[in-house]
Every structure is written in structure tokens, then in C-alpha cells.
């Protein structure tokens, strides 16, 4: 198969779809990747590395476009890549749907096959492919939350850790799974007084655990969060139902009875946010004020730290990418439930059912639109 890697156009996105070491697994297995020139320079992987590696540098996205039968990439396509899908081609990257009508609206036009990283599931009920960026984002928003913590950047002027004689700062997280266990992780770690909320049981026991005492582990209701978010210097938005709009769980009226120079990190702002008062933010200018309240809500967090992500990025996503170069995406999604789950969009058709809900598409489950479109064309 011939497989492409443009390179990322989003504000401050320098991750890339591969390593120069993912391009050599697939070399390995028999396929030809085409890269886009300085791809990956700004994070040291410069094009002599993708060479050696056994790609092909291309100048243009357009031409990647125009003749790959996979797409690789990290974040949703925009607009102007849209366009440039056709029917058949394989689109692999991250998608996140249902917050994002105009892109859903393109890809069920553009008639290709767009897989999402962010519902690609496993057998241990977790999701394989967002986990490593889970990882990454929930890591720096606590090293972000502290920064914006600081009075030149419009916080309150608090150290999350304390020093001796003085409390630590209080840190709210809500939503216990990855992006919420590494916050937690980075904040105890800080010194900070952290509380985490979650709404199943059996993962605040896990929590319980493995955090040993140091961190308060609470059932998450409408009381607890507005409990916890009042006295709190900083809150961590960490919820997530798979594929859905993230669910608004911090109230425009508790942001405005919330300290002044507090800062609220809202990580599930790719799914829309969890809090009622963020909207997506970029690199370039992260944060805005609401009622006194810093919020950080930048969409692409990991791209950040570009390189560290990437690399973590290909290590999770490459198993998949040989699987689909191998035997074609339609095989490999009926060969593998897993990947099945991260079909959203096949052939004009929303294939995944959170999606078609929330943005009033006809829902085809993933294998029927797969079988009814098998004898259309297909790279393999
Ligand atoms: N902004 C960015 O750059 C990035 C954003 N993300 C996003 O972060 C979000 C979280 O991702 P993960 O931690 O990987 O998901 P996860 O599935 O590991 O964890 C989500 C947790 O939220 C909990 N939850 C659901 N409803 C809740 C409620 N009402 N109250 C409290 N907890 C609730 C679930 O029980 C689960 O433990 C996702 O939207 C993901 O897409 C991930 C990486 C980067
Ligand atoms: C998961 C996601 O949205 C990101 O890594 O940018
Ligand atoms: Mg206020």
C-alpha cells in the first residue's frame, strides 16, 4: 500500500502521523511511504532520517493527497484536507465527531474511510490509541495549571506544593481515567492538596490503591463538584464518554463563585469541554478570562511537546497502520472488533452511533456499511 504523511497544519501543531521508525515497520512490511518535506524537522526528525528509513520526501500535501491509499496524521483534518479526501482512501488520525458538525459534514462528502484513534477500543475496555496523548495532556495540565497559577500570567499567585508554614495550593481533578490519573500523579507529586472525581466506583477503588492516602478519592455528583471546585486554585477537566460531547459538569455559576485567579485546565475540550464556559484555545494564545477565572482549553495539548508525543503517538498507532497496509482497511476492521470500533465515517455513511446521535446523521453500524461497500475499491 502507499502510505502518506502530510504534515500537520493546525496552530502550533509540530507532531507528525510517523516517526522515521514507524515508516521503517512499515517498509519492512512491503509498503511505500511518502512523506512531506520538513514534516518532521521542527522536532528533530529531519528528512534525511525519514530517508534513510525508506521514505519517499514529497513537496507538497496536495500531492500526498492526490495518490496515497492511506492517509496517516495526528490531529482532525481541516477544511482545506478535507477537500482533498476522495472516495476509498483511508483516513487515519484523530477525528473527534460530535463536537464538530462542519468536519463530520465533509468527511461523510469526501466518501472515504476515516478511522478515529479516539474510539479505537481494547480488550481491557480501554482506548489503545487516545491513551498515550491521555498520558501526555494530562502530565502537562499540571505543569500548565501551575504556570497560569502565576500572578504574571493572570492566576491567583499560588505555588501548587506550598512551602513550609504555608498550604499547598488545592487541586480539583474530574474524571479519573488516564488524562485524570496522570494529572493527579504530577500534582501529588507537587505537593499539592488533590481531590479526584469519578462517577464509577470500581476506579476510585483502583485510585484508592494505588495512590496510597495522598490522594482524596470522591464519588463525582452535582454536589461534590461544586463542593470541590469552590475552594479549589485549580481544576482539571478529565471526563470522558466515549465519542460523545463531553458532558457540562462545571456550571457557568460555579465558575463565577469560584476564587478569583483560579485556573481551570479543560483536557475534554477536543470532545467540546466539560466546563460550560470553555471554548477551544490554541498554543499561541491557551487562555482567556471568565468571572475571574483563568481557563487553559487548548485543544491539542500533546502537541506541546511535539516530540515526546509523536514518538509515544506511533508507538500505539503503528500495530494498527501494518495491520490496515497488510490487508486493507476493510479486512483488517472485520479481522479485529477493536479497530472496527474506531470506524466513524465509511463510504458517506457515520458508522459510529454516538456521532450519528448527537449530530442527527442515520446511524449504519461499522461492519454492514463495510460489507455493503466491499466490492467498491479498496488499496490493499
Ligand atoms: N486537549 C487535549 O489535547 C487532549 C484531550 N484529551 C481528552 O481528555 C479526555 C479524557 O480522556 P481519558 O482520560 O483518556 O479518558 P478515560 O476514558 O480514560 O477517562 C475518563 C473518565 O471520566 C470518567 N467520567 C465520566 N463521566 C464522569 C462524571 N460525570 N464525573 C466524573 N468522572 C466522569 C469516567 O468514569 C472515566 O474514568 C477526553 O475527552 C480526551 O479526548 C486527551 C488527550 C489530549
Ligand atoms: C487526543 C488529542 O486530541 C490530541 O492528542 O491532540
Ligand atoms: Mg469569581
Known amino acids: ?101 462542519k468536519q463530520t459534514e ?29 498520558e501526555v495532556a494530562g502530565r502537562m495540565s499540571i505543569q500548565a495549571g501551575a504556570h497560569h497559577l502565576e500572578k504574571a500570567q493572570g492566576g491567583l499567585g499560588t505555588l501548587l506544593g506550598g512551602v513550609p ?16 490519573t496522570q494529572a493527579a500523579r504530577m500534582a501529588v507529586g507537587m505537593g499539592a492538596d488533590v481531590t479526584i472525581l469519578d462517577r464509577s466506583l470500581p476506579r476510585l477503588r483502583e485510585l484508592d490503591v494505588e495512590f496510597g492516602g495522598r490522594l482524596k478519592c470522591v464519588y463525582s455528583t452535582v454536589e461534590a463538584i461544586e463542593e470541590y471546585a469552590l475552594e479549589a486554585d485549580l481544576v482539571v ?15 457557568r455559576d460555579i465558575i463565577s463563585r469560584m476564587k478569583d485567579g483560579a485556573v481551570v485546565v479543560d483536557v475534554a475540550i477536543d470532545q467540546g469541554g466539560c466546563f460550560e464556559t470553555s471554548k477551544a484555545t490554541t498554543h499561541q494564545e491557551p487562555t482567556y478570562v471568565v468571572d475571574g477565572v483563568v481557563h487553559y482549553c487548548v485543544a491539542n495539548m500533546p502537541g506541546g511537546v511535539a516530540r515526546t508525543s509523536t514518538m509515544a503517538l506511533t508507538n500505539a498507532t503503528m500495530p494498527f497502520a501494518v495491520a490496515i497496509a497488510n490487508k486493507g482497511a476493510a479486512q483488517a476492521m472485520l479481522d479485529d ?44
Open 237 to 251: 477537566g478529565a471526563v470522558l464518554i466515549p465519542g460523545a460531547a463531553a458532558p457540562k459538569l462545571l456550571t
Open 1 to 101: 500500500m502507499l502510505v502518506g504523511v502530510p504534515k500537520e497544519i493546525k496552530n502550533h501543531e509540530y507532531r507528525v502521523g510517523l516517526t522515521p521508525a514507524g515508516v521503517r515497520e512499515l517498509v519492512a512490511n512491503g509498503h511505500d511511504v511518502i512523506v512531506e518535506t520538513q514534516a518532521g524537522a521542527a522536532i528533530g526528525f529531519a528528512n534525511e532520517q525519514y530517508e534513510a528509513a525508506g521514505a519517499t520526501m514529497i513537496d507538497t500535501a496536495a500531492e500526498i493527497f492526490a495518490t496515497a491509499e492511506m492517509i496517516i496524521k495526528v490531529k482532525e483534518p481541516q477544511p482545506v484536507e478535507c477537500e482533498m479526501l476522495r472516495p476509498g482512501q483511508i483516513l487515519y488520525t484523530y477525528l473527534h465527531l460530535a463536537p464538530d458538525p
Open 165 to 180: 508554614g504555608v498550604a499547598p495550593a488545592k487541586v480539583l481533578v474530574i474524571g479519573g481515567g488516564v488524562v485524570g
Open 337 to 380: 472488533q477493536h479497530l472496527l470500533n474506531g470506524l466513524n465515517v465509511h463510504a458517506g455513511q457515520v458508522t459510529y452511533q454516538a456521532v450519528a446521535d448527537v449530530l442527527g446523521y442515520d446511524y449504519v453500524p461499522a461492519t454492514e456499511a463495510l460489507l455493503a461497500n466491499q466490492s467498491k475499491p479498496e488499496a490493499a
Open 106 to 134: 465533509l468527511l461523510v462528502k469526501s466518501g472515504a474511510t476515516c478511522i478515529a484513534y479516539e474510539t479505537v477500543t481494547d480488550a481491557r475496555g480501554g482506548l489503545p490509541l487516545l491513551a498515550p496523548m491521555s
